[in-house]
């Protein structure tokens, strides 16, 4: 007798999920939620007998894994971020983990008047594939998960021989194609700005650095309160760039809903630099410092990033519509002299 271990399980419940881009019968379920759900964002996660990082280690779960939450607790460690969830054999601590659903969606029949859609994925995540006369199809080296934002072009043939979407690619000018039912186009009602009427100099956006904490005022008046990841202060650098977000004031320059960061590699590892799709992004200087949502990681509090400001998505995506200038529906991006941002310790 043949003995499955755990990790031979979860290997086949990857593969599992990976085949949900060529189930044609799942559109049968669409509107299926599989909640309390994470994803695991990191190379791998430890399963701890407590809520602390000095228990001992159960198991270890690895990137892209999908794990089942019982609850939530908070612990006294670590004190920056003391949430950690009840899962199968122990406690998980939620830095690197995702929430994530399973929510598939019915295909749009055409783009009226050939206008792009933005769409964000539903499902933990979706694999990418490149069609091409020389190669064919070819399945791409880095997904898109879920929460990213995404813009689709066309809807035409993919894979299966069905419809796909074809996907607008910013970085590498490369479209690809993605199953439509793990895309769910966003209402446009969801993209109107946030009281354009309010004059530029009657909005501000405040990030305390030494708090890790921003504040959107209107006439003086917090809207918005909530906790951010900054740039590592030594980190490693990045094209010759430090990982510390610059202080100092600055203005919204150019916000884009959909942006690829990373290094445009399509067949890059899952490893690799490559963050597709990164939601609700708003520059606020000309070397690519911006607000943005933020898909891999849950650890708001504390320094993270490469020198932006990592934002829970729902806050970032509130910013964007929020912050001047406004958004216009169906451009991949807008310019223009925006609400004042005060960077500070």
């Known amino acids: 007798m043949t003995k499955i271990t755990r990790r031979d399980f979860l290997k086949l419940g990857g593969l599992s999920l990976g085949s949900l881009a060529f189930t044609p019968a799942l559109r049968d379920s669409l509107g299926f939620d599989d909640g309390n759900l994470v994803r695991v964002a990191t190379n791998s996660v430890s399963v701890h007998s407590q809520p602390n990082d000095e ?12 794990v089942h939450v019982y609850g939530e607790v908070v612990s ?10 009840r899962v199968w054999g122990g406690f998980m601590h939620r830095a690197r983990l995702q929430k994530v659903k399973m929510l598939f969606n019915p295909t749009l029949p055409v783009l ?9 994925v539903t499902v933990p995540y979706t694999q990418p594939w490149r069609g091409t006369k020389t190669y064919g199809w070819q399945q791409l080296g880095f997904r898109l998960y879920y929460g990213s934002v995404h813009w689709i072009e ?7 021989g069905e419809l796909w979407y074809r996907i607008y690619d910013d970085l590498t000018g490369f479209p690809y194609h993605v199953n439509p039912l793990h895309l769910k186009p966003i209402p ?8 354009p009427e309010v004059e530029v100099q009657n909005k501000r956006i405040d990030v305390n650095l030494r708090t890790q904490t921003l504040t959107a005022y209107e006439f003086d008046k917090p809207l918005l309160e909530t906790l951010i990841s900054s740039g590592l202060p030594n980190g490693p650098r990045t094209n010759g760039l430090s990982t510390k977000t610059p202080e100092g004031e600055f203005r919204i320059l150019d916000k884009m809903p959909a942006k690829h960061m990373g290094n445009g590699n399509l067949f890059a590892d899952l490893d690799d630099y490559e963050l597709p799709g990164v939601p609700w992004t708003s520059f606020f200087t000309l070397r690519g410092h ?14 993270m990033s490469r020198g932006c400001i990592n934002m829970r998505t729902d806050e970032a995506k509130w910013l964007f519509r929020w912050a001047l200038p406004p958004h216009k529906p169906g451009k991949s991006y807008n310019r223009g002299f925006g609400t004042l941002v005060q960077v500070h310790y």
């Not at 009226?112 to 964000?120: K, S």
């Not at 446009?188 to 009281?195: F, G, H, K, N, R």
């Open 188 to 195: 446009l009602d969801e993209l109107t700005p946030i009281s």
């Open 154 to 160: 066309a809807i035409e043939e993919g894979p299966t």
């Open 76 to 85: 006294d460690t670590p004190s920056y971020n003391r949430v950690w969830y």
């Open 112 to 120: 009226e008047e050939g206008i792009p859609r933005l769409a964000e």
């Open 290 to 303: 911006a607000f943005h949502g933020t898909y891999w990681h849950d650890n708001f509090g504390v320094p």
């Open 55 to 66: 228990s001992r280690i159960v198991s270890t779960w690895y990137r892209d894994e999908l």
